[in-house]
């Protein structure tokens, strides 16, 4: 296959899983807490500090707040579509970097293949169709492995091999910590060591990137320390959720259990050939002997990937989606094994694959056809079109993989199945996991208490902020002009609604100095109760 179709299946598989109905699903998980601060930067104009209703928000770094506001700015929409597109282009960025990055040491069809297996790795469509850390941390880990990689098997300058990654490794450090570095240095000191270049960890260049790597991170830490100290609000929270995870006395034994189960899983479909490639590498007919610097890199990978599932296994607070940073690396560590097994047992796997690419064709055809149905909802004209775009890029790629890719492994016909399949299926799986749009339909009973161009102003105070992070969602969906405030903040004048948990009654009368109620009722958001009260004018 050519480099230039090549590229352009890789992009068109990238466009049917993580674009589709991007933007239609309500908010889930952590995603509000990805964008009210986004929102807040853009507003204040305080790019350090992040903050939620005007309080502190220092539970991670600023780079997803950053990324946010810039793509708002750029699409000029405030939508979902355009918050979650960060998380899209980031796998776009790792698919393209696995691409091109890898095509010299491992050749054109297996870097496609690498590429193709990141973007179809279940949990990472998952996380790369919502504004979520991991979509982005992934992909500046696996491109700073991917960039290693590339510059150390050409045997390029080591003020290269050691510079370039690092900075993505210090752009990681701005999303999520420091704690990307956890499967870094195995899967370094794996490599080096199978190459006997242990030394080159000493090398002057090496010291400079990880200087490098601490001027991105660190002035930031600085500034914010500076502007709210460093306990709570600060570095301080980050050391208390790490103290969190390793803490015993807070683990749930049911999670922690079965994690060794759950964690493979996270890697699905491609689990299963790495599985088959281990059994044979374990069995000692697979070679990896570290003559070639590819060699050195695999056996790095797989100590990375060990290093990694051993380490979320034995965390008392340990969760798969923990390992998704080393996934670029288990993809190249799967792709080269496998087609090192013995043909006569690869035949047999593709011919099993084939089977199942079989059922996965039906399962594409049907599911998103039975969905719509259970959905009792009637689909409106972009979900039909959907439903047959979808169908027809999943015939079309069957008969493709019949005819013109016949020769090509089934990992390709696979991976174009799934890319297909995704253009009507990935909608309709957002609908059920989300919760029916139930927060946007609350927050237009709220509207609906207030005239036009009135102002609804939310008391999300500590415990709405962290007890209650769904409900921070009717924040982002009552129309403007809308506004909350903290413990810190004050009442605005202009405010004609005041929304509040009854639990935080004594506190949003405090708020209310001189105002007045007219009204107060209740709503209730997922068997939470919010009191309304309506305003009188200010005086």
Known sequence: ?????????????????????????????????????????????????????????????????????????????????????????????LGLASYFLLRKPIGNEHALLVSLALLTTLTLISKGRLIEIEALFTALFGIACFLWIRLWTDERSPWLVWTLPYLFLGLGCLVKGPVHL????????????????????????????????AGIFLPWVILNIRAV?????????????????????????????????????????WTVPLVFALLFLWKKRIRVDAIGRLDAVIRGGLIALAAGYLLICL??????????PVYPLAALVTIELFFRTPETARARYEKMANGLNRVLLAI??????????????????????????????????????????K?????????????????????????????GDLFRKAAAE?????????????????????????????????REPSSAIGENGALPEDATLFVGLPESEAAMRAKLGDRQTMSESTIDVRRVSLLVWQLKPAS
């Open 182 to 213: 956890l499967f870094w240095f195995p899967f370094l000191l794996g490599t080096l060591r199978s190459a006997r270049q242990m030394r080159t960890l000493l090398h002057p260049a090496h010291f400079l990137g990880l200087l490098l790597m």
């Open 1 to 93: 296959m050519s480099p230039r179709i090549a590229l352009l299946l890789l992009c068109l598989s990238w466009a049917a899983l993580y674009l589709p109905a991007l933007g239609d699903p309500e908010l889930r998980g952590e995603e509000i807490r990805r964008i009210l601060p986004a929102q807040g930067m853009l507003e204040s104009g305080d790019w350090i500090v992040p903050r939620i209703a005007g309080e502190v928000y220092a539970n991670k770094p600023p780079l997803i707040n950053w990324a946010v506001a810039g793509m708002f700015v750029l699409t000029g929409s405030h939508s979902e579509f355009s918050a979650r597109l960060v998380s899209s282009l980031s796998m776009l960025g």
């Open 364 to 405: 594409m055809v049907a599911a998103p056809l039975l969905m719509a149905f259970l959905s009792g909802v009637r689909p409106d004209g972009s979900r039909i079109l959907l439903l047959v775009a979808g169908t027809a890029a999943v015939v079309m790629t069957a008969i493709l993989n019949r005819t013109v890719w």
């Open 229 to 269: 100290g460093a306990g709570e609000a600060s570095v301080g929270n980050w050391a208390e959720e790490l103290a969190i995870r390793g803490d015993v006395t807070q683990m749930e034994w049911d999670r922690w259990l079965t994690n060794p189960l759950k964690i493979p899983g996270g890697f699905l479909p």
């Open 315 to 324: 965390l008392p607070g340990g969760v798969p989606r923990y390992l998704m």
């Open 446 to 478: 709220i509207d609906a208490k207030t005239p036009p161009r009135s102002r609804v102003v939310y008391f999300a105070d500590e415990v709405f902020r962290n007890r209650f992070t769904k409900h921070l969602r009717l924040l982002y969906y009552t």
């Open 407 to 435: 020769r090509q492994p089934t990992f390709l016909h696979t991976a174009f199945l799934i890319a297909a399949g995704g253009i009507a299926l990935l909608p309709g799986i957002q609908d059920f996991q989300g919760e």
